[in-house]
């Protein structure tokens, strides 16, 4: 089995401890949906600076 890797884009601000709620959350879901192991399960966070984003025609920076 090939191993899950999921990738979230968020802006920045989040605390690292916010960030580890998250992946621990991302992972379980994968292990549920997947049947992977955990110690398979990779997730990438993306930071990205509010002066980088636009949503519905708005820019956010």
Do not use: F, S, W
Not at 17 to 31: G, M, N, T, Y
Not at 42 to 53: A, F, Q, R
């Amino acid at each position: 089995m090939t191993m899950p890797i999921v990738h979230v884009e968020m802006i920045e601000g989040r605390t690292k401890e916010q960030k580890e709620a998250l992946v621990k959350d991302i992972v379980k879901a994968v292990e549920t949906h997947t049947n992977a192991k955990k110690e398979a399960v990779t997730v990438i966070i993306n930071d990205i600076k509010k002066e980088n984003i636009a949503t519905k025609g708005e820019y956010l920076g």
